[in-house]
């Protein structure tokens, strides 16, 4: 199992309840393919760096998982079919970095 941080981008648009749908779909489907998800932070609603797709803030959702290598390609595939989902990151590393992290405690 390799182990992974995933950062997922969300559409400002969202409803929390839509919000929350999108975020619970996304850790079942990393269940059903075996991964563990390790912990996840929600990072709230940031300013983004640069606009995107108009955009000029979003909803930051970070994840800690382990998984093996081939399940990144075929979620890739069903996030890039997402339309709340602005962008998505997934990082493999070698060890997890403690939460809760720098970004964590800015928003407080």
Do not use: C
Not at 39 to 54: A, H, Q, T, V
Not at 68 to 86: D, F, H, T, Y
Not at 92 to 99: A, F, G, I, P, S
């Amino acid at each position: 199992m390799n182990k992974f941080e995933v950062v997922l981008i969300f559409s400002p648009d969202l409803a929390s309840t839509s919000l929350n749908n999108e975020i619970d779909k996304f850790k079942k489907r990393l269940e059903s393919l075996s991964a563990k998800i390790i912990n996840d932070e929600d990072w709230g609603l940031r300013d983004l760096s640069y606009n995107i797709n108009k955009y000029k803030k979003a909803f930051y959702m970070f994840l800690q998982v382990e998984a093996s290598g081939s399940i990144v390609k075929e979620i890739a595939k069903e996030l890039n079919q997402s339309e709340n989902l602005i962008r998505y990151l997934f990082i493999k590393v070698k060890n997890h970095t403690e939460l809760p992290t720098k970004l964590n405690y800015e928003k407080k």
